[in-house]
């Protein structure tokens, strides 16, 4: 009897201490652009007070700097040439609508791998890893969706003939065509409320892949941010997705789930390039969409009491394609079958003092869509010389030469040190040549790549 009691309590204690797990993941954001980060233009209170709380991560890095393979990535933990999300059907960057090509439903997503850990799941806002029903969250692991299947700018009058109304969609339907854009955040995030509430009892993965800033140069925002910031559309787009992370945090209190809830609040690629300027991407170098520090050095902060220490900055190498294998570890659940390229960062995650990471031996690999551009391991970034397609990395570079940067110490990348020390080329230049027979290159196949997900006829998403 008495074993059986002390079962039973073990078996409760075990159950009730599988956090609640909710990423937050905003688009075109720059690391510069929260309170917690430097930025001085926009109010961020409620990201800033998730920041005391836990911990800032300041080596945290996307797999690309653009959308569809930077959110691949997070699903997946693997780099976009190794799912095959690294191009569009068409040879873009990012999926467009009526795109035959999606995520592979074989892939194990984050949502697969925490359901098999009993967690209810729900993927709200921007999905953008393929439109065809086949593609959709809900064939990825997530229970429900609510929100739009890829960027809000790819509206009809862009391409009348072929693509549809902007689509808000619930599950697998399309509830409204056009979406109303101005309300998307506020609407998730009462989606994303009403979630929390539904599943308190149980633990649950809340992916919250907001849609704003955006690609587009006008940002949307309801009319309790419109006009209120001092940065424009862009900055009363970031503050209303700093006063949703508020809402989230209310709820999670009210519902006394705040101290068992892990939340993880990144980017999905740094702020864009815009005349004039938007969004920032303080301190580091370069915009959105290539593979400069900019692009794709993203502001994250972790927030679980008790587990990650509060007040802390961690500046070990890490990725969003470690929060997969990192989750995994955490509740206890299998990993996917095949490869995968994060790593489980626990002991990076609570004990903040660590500041070594798997990455710093195996490198970290900075691809432009098929081309592999720069790799970084410790507190070195070498940009590779450059052939074919993408012969600079960035507006500011003239020319495609070998550069080295100690980016720990010097993450505004103004001195070149590449003569100073050979023997880090030398690595690091090796490491680079590992991931081209690995995942591939330039007019190069890789021999750890898989498969996307086709399909022959694409159809538009309509209500
Ligand atoms: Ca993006």
Not at 55 to 62: E, G, H
Not at 114 to 134: E, N, R, V
Request: some cysteine.
């Amino acid at each position: 009897m008495k074993t059986l009691i002390l079962f039973l309590l073990f078996s409760v204690s075990t159950f009730a201490a599988k956090p609640n797990i909710i990423v937050i993941f905003v688009d075109n954001f720059g690391n510069g652009d929260l309170g917690c980060f430097g930025s001085k233009l926009h109010r961020t209170p409620n990201v800033d007070r998730l920041a005391a709380e836990g911990t800032k991560f300041t080596s945290f890095y996307v797999a690309s700097g653009v959308c569809t393979p930077s959110r691949a990535s997070l699903m997946t933990g693997c780099y976009p040439r190794r799912v095959g999300m690294h191009v569009s059907d068409t040879g873009g960057a990012v999926l467009q609508p009526v795109a035959r090509k999606g995520l592979n439903p074989t892939e194990v997503t984050m949502a697969e791998v925490l359901k098999s850990a009993g967690y209810a799941t729900m993927c709200i806002g921007k999905w953008h890893l393929g439109d065809q029903p086949a593609f959709l969250p809900t064939k990825q692991g997530f229970d429900d969706f609510f929100g739009i299947p890829y960027s809000d700018d790819m509206t009809k009058d862009k391409k009348p003939d072929i693509w549809p109304e902007l689509p808000l969609m619930r599950g697998e339907k399309v509830i409204e065509a056009p979406a109303d854009r101005d309300h998307l955040v506020k609407r998730c995030t009462e989606e994303a409320v009403r979630f929390i509430e539904q599943h308190a009892a149980s633990p649950f993965f809340l992916y919250l892949p907001h849609t704003m800033p955006g690609s587009t140069a006008h940002p949307f925002s309801s009319e309790n941010f419109r006009g209120k910031s001092a940065n424009g559309e862009y900055g009363d787009s970031v503050e209303e997705l700093d006063w949703s992370t508020g809402e989230i945090m209310a709820a999670l209190q009210r519902l006394k789930l705040a101290d068992n809830t892990l939340i993880v609040w990144t980017s999905d690629n740094g702020a864009v390039k815009r005349n004039p300027p938007q969004g920032s991407n303080a301190p580091y170098r370069g915009s959105g969409y290539d593979t400069s520090e900019g692009a794709m050095r993203m502001p994250c902060v972790m927030r679980w009491p008790g587990k990650i220490a509060a007040g802390t900055v961690n500046d070990a190498l890490c990725s969003t394609m470690d929060l997969l294998p990192t989750f995994a570890s955490i509740v206890d659940a299998k990993l996917p079958p095949h490869k995968i390229d994060g790593h489980d960062i626990t002991s990076i995650l609570f004990n903040t003092k660590n500041t070594s990471s798997p990455w710093d031996d195996d490198g970290f690999f900075f691809y432009r869509m098929d081309q592999l551009q720069a790799v970084r391991a410790g507190d070195w970034k070498l940009y590779l010389p450059l052939e074919g397609k993408f012969k600079n990395l960035s507006a500011k570079r003239e020319a495609s030469k070998l550069e080295l940067f100690d980016v720990r110490h010097d993450v505004g990348e103004e001195h070149e040190v590449s003569a100073q020390h050979p023997e880090v080329v030398t690595r690091l230049t090796a490491l680079a040549e590992k991931a081209r027979a690995d995942l591939g290159d330039f007019n190069q196949p890789g021999t750890g790549q898989r498969e996307a997900g086709r399909v022959e006829h694409a159809v538009p998403l309509l209500p």
